[in-house]
T-cell receptor
Framework: KNEVEQSPQNLTAQEGEFITINCSYS?????LHWLQQHPGGGIVSLFM???GKKKHGRLIATINIQEKHSSLHITASHPRDSAVYIC?????????FGTGTSLTVIP | GAVVSQHPSRVICKSGTSVKIECRSL??????MFWYRQFPKQSLMLMAT?????????EQGVEKDKFLINHASLTLSTLTVTSAHPEDSSFYIC????????????????FGPGTRLTVL
């Protein structure tokens, strides 16, 4: 069993749809990261959150530390949101990464 | 936000040669840098953690003599793939954590854009 599980693995959405990506983890952490990886490979850190909710533009991330679960939401999705979204759980100096959710937004 | 750069972004080399990849934190002091490897369609795998001025800590299964890591300053870490072979072809990513702001902790990592290594 992976320490970090993401779902779904693949997601195709129509432009404008509301998207949710889920992440569950089994390790003890104080914060969780959501990362975005574009086809070229570069990674951008979207959020680091330890409780509650954070919002940046059309992106919203929530976390429930007690339930060890986090969600990433994209409102009014756009083709440029197409990427792989990865949740990562740090413990000590090690990161556990989810396998990623490949999102394709169709115009 | 904090910026981490990697150089080169792409490298192609012949089998048996050594390749050096640089990771720089441009606007903050990185006390800790992490090196990851990602094979196609797979998630990131942590290779090693390096603290400035100390020897790197390698993850299980990563050969320290093959993947030489140097973190000689607070803004630069290098990964050298020695005697590269085709199976070393991968996407190598570094991230850096440091003291950009007083409240920053090891949890706040900033990722470089990655280096794609192809060994022929």
């Amino acid at each position: 069993k992976n320490e970090v599980e993401q779902s779904p693995q693949n997601l195709t959405a129509q432009e404008g749809e509301f998207i949710t990506i889920n992440c569950s983890y089994s390790v003890g952490i104080s914060a969780l990261h959501w990362l975005q990886q574009h086809p070229g490979g570069g990674i951008v850190s979207l959020f680091m959150l330890s409780s509650g909710k954070k919002k940046h533009g059309r992106l919203i991330a929530t976390i429930n530390i007690q339930e060890k679960h986090s969600s990433l939401h994209i409102t009014a999705s756009h083709p440029r949101d197409s990427a792989v979204y990865i949740c990562a759980a740090p413990t000590g100096n090690q990161f556990y990464f989810g396998t990623g959710t490949s999102l394709t937004v169709i115009p | 936000g904090a910026v981490v750069s990697q150089h080169p972004s792409r490298v192609i080399c012949k089998s048996g040669t050594s390749v050096k990849i640089e990771c720089r934190s441009l606007d903050f002091q990185a006390t800790t840098m992490f090196w990851y490897r990602q094979f196609p369609k797979q998630s990131l795998m942590l290779m090693a953690t390096s603290n400035e001025g100390s020897k790197a800590t390698y993850e299980q299964g990563v050969e320290k003599d093959k993947f030489l890591i140097n973190h000689a300053s607070l803004t630069l870490s290098t990964l050298t793939v020695t005697s590269a072979h085709p199976e070393d072809s991968s996407f190598y990513i570094c991230s850096a954590a440091g003291t950009r702001v007083p409240t920053s902790s090891y949890n706040e990592q900033f990722f470089g854009p990655g280096t794609r290594l192809t060994v022929l």
